[in-house]
């Protein structure tokens, strides 16, 4: 009897075991089918082979006289891969549901003191005058001043950024309404009026990403995806200053990527200003759509998609690996990711593992000599390649759930989620390496220039493009569409250029062979007016405590948007007025399309000085 009862107990023991087994089978299929990782075939043969498995387990237990511990053992571990694949689904599902999906950009404006201000909240505005940019209809400005609307305040309207600064200084108004945008480019043009100023309140006011998806099958078709760095830590749905640009072409049929990075500083159409001429990092501050556009008329070619990713992404991501190898190509020191030199990063050059921290200051540093924007585009084309190979090591495909959660907070996309499902299951139906190659668009020329969305702060540092360059990644991109034979390629000494490709004419693009003309005939009114002179201030006396109010504004300096000295007095030459405009004869194509007063989507004029 007691023999009876212990083999029993075993078959009861194996019976539980195969529960368990059936259980975790059930919880993996279903979460595969929720998830959508895996292409139905692989689902449908998973579903036989476990269903097969469970029966003849069980028909093992009920043909044997007593329990097997080989036969638990075998459930207990086919439970727990089971268990393990199902949660890493989970997490993958999950990761993929909380990435942002681009729909909405976020605006943010601030209300800004000196520091030495005793105004240290919101209500101590009370019948005090407040400064802002443009109008008090501005949409930005609307939507801060609706929420401060339980205060007295007389709003003062100023034309840029500088002069609203120059106001608060000479303490003509109490407080000032500066974009967050405007507020960076204050740091990074005139570092010691920033160190000056104190934001007391920060507002925010979402707008729609105009800016549409392609609806192409990536399995079959090539396509596109423009990286945008955000200069900033935090979220990426905040507008601000787009410091990395790569665009990814991508063709599934050859398993290729062709990465090509875009230097910062490069001078392009803005799309937000009638396309006037801008840095291509100041477009971010109109949105990620706007940089997309604007860069759409820079390539000839539609872009697909976009991912925004902040500089706290990095950083995460590289942590979440355990690192990832890099040979760092020079010694350098760099400011932190809070850009504070005081705990600044120092690199030797040579192969070694990189955390975050170390693989953002690599990332962003320029300023060694001979290394620059060209050399920061390497080092970044380098960083994406050692975290794309971290990622297929058995250590790495082990925390693609948690890179993909780190990344669902840092990243924001406008590719649909589906649409990157079916990509995964089409490379695991037909598993095949990837090759890469890069390029950089390093322009041949470096200037001083001014840009239309910073008139204020003067000419300042940027590379013209070349033309050849752009042609050559038009070629590339042609090339995904219609692979060029051996056997069809010819020439004739006659015509050397025969067979050379030309992406469309843009009349806004600006290479080194037009800007000179253009700049003159096709953005007349593009002109830098030097902020008016204040009045000196006299010390305070030491005794009395008066004459204390803030020194004025200096002229604006920076080690990264470098402005040309202007003439004293005023104007500059450096491009035509309006006045010497009524001389000359601009019958051009942009005639046909004058730009505003106000371009679209923004309330800055266009010339400061009018």
Not at 228 to 236: A, E, K, M, T
Not at 453 to 481: C, R, W
Request: glycine share 6%; net charge negative; with cysteine.
């Amino acid at each position: 009897m007691k023999k009876r009862n212990v083999k029993n107990d075993g078959k009861t023991i194996d019976l539980i075991f195969l529960i368990l087994f059936a259980g975790s089978a059930l919880y993996f299929l279903v979460e595969t089918m929720i998830g959508h990782l895996l292409p139905t075939k692989y689902i449908l043969i998973a579903s036989v082979v476990l269903l097969i498995v469970v029966g003849l387990l069980y028909l093992s237990i009920r043909l044997s006289k007593h329990g097997s511990w080989p036969r638990c053992l075998l459930s207990l571990v086919l439970a727990g891969a089971l268990l393990f694949g199902g949660v890493y689904q989970m997490r993958i599902r999950k990761a993929f549901g909380s990435i942002d999906d681009g729909s909405v950009n976020i605006n943010a404006i601030s209300l800004v003191v000196l520091e030495s201000s005793a105004i240290q909240s919101v209500a101590d505005l009370s019948n005090q005058k407040v400064g802002l940019i443009g109008s008090a209809e501005n949409a930005l400005n609307a939507s801060a001043i609706n929420e401060i609307n339980d205060v007295t305040i007389t709003y003062i309207e100023s034309q840029d950024s500088m002069m609203l600064a120059n106001e608060l200084v000479t303490q003509n108004v109490d407080a000032a309404l500066m974009a967050n945008s405007q507020l960076t480019m204050i740091e990074k043009n005139n570092e010691d009026l920033y160190q000056r100023l104190r934001v007391i309140k920060t507002y925010e006011m979402k707008v729609d990403n105009t800016e549409i998806a392609s609806d192409k099958d990536i399995t079959k078709e090539p396509f596109t995806v423009y990286i945008s760095g955000l200069d900033s830590l935090g979220i990426p749905n905040y507008n601000g200053l787009s410091d990395v640009n790569m665009l990814l072409m991508i063709d599934p049929l050859t398993h290729h990527i062709e990465m090509v990075s875009i230097p910062r500083d490069a001078y392009i159409p803005n799309k937000a200003y009638n396309n006037y001429p801008d840095k291509l990092t100041h477009t971010g501050n109109d949105g990620i759509d706007n940089v997309v556009q604007s860069m759409e008329n820079v390539f000839g070619f539609d872009i697909d998609y976009y991912a925004k990713v902040s500089f706290s992404s990095l950083i995460e991501i590289v942590n979440t690996l355990g690192g990832i190898d890099v040979d760092v190509q020079l010694e350098f020191y760099e400011q932190d990711e809070n850009r504070d030199f005081s705990n600044q990063i120092h690199l030797y050059p040579g192969l070694q593992t990189l955390d975050g921290r170390s693989a953002l200051a690599y990332a962003r540093h320029r300023h060694t000599e001979g290394w620059g924007d060209l050399g920061r585009n390497y080092a970044q084309q380098q960083i994406i390649q050692a975290i794309i190979n971290k990622l297929l090591t058995a250590e790495g495909i082990n925390k693609v759930p948690d890179v993909l959660q780190v990344g669902a907070e840092y990243v924001s996309t406008n590719m649909p989620i589906s649409t990157v499902k079916r990509f995964i299951n089409h490379e695991i139906s037909n598993p095949r390496s990837w090759s890469f190659s890069s390029t950089s668009l390093a322009g041949a020329l470096s200037e001083n220039q001014l840009c239309v969305s910073a008139t204020e702060y003067g000419p300042l540092f940027v590379f013209i493009l070349d033309q050849n360059e752009l042609n050559n990644v038009y070629a590339k991109y042609l090339e995904m569409f219609e692979p060029s034979k051996l056997s069809d390629f010819k020439f004739t000494l006659d015509d050397l250029n025969k067979y050379q490709v030309t992406m469309p004419y843009n009349e806004y693009l600006l290479t080194i062979d037009n800007y000179q003309s253009k700049m003159s005939t096709q953005f007349p009114s593009l002109h830098y007016v030097a902020p008016p002179v204040q009045p000196e201030v006299d010390e305070p006396d030491q005794n009395t405590g008066e004459n204390t109010e803030e020194p004025p504004l200096d002229e604006p300096a920076t080690d990264t948007d470098v402005p040309a000295e202007p003439e004293q007095g005023g104007e500059s030459e450096y491009l035509p007025s309006d006045s010497e405009n009524n001389e000359t004869d601009n019958s051009t194509d942009f005639e046909e399309n004058p730009i505003s007063d106000e371009p679209e989507g923004n309330d800055l004029p266009l010339d400061p000085g009018v």
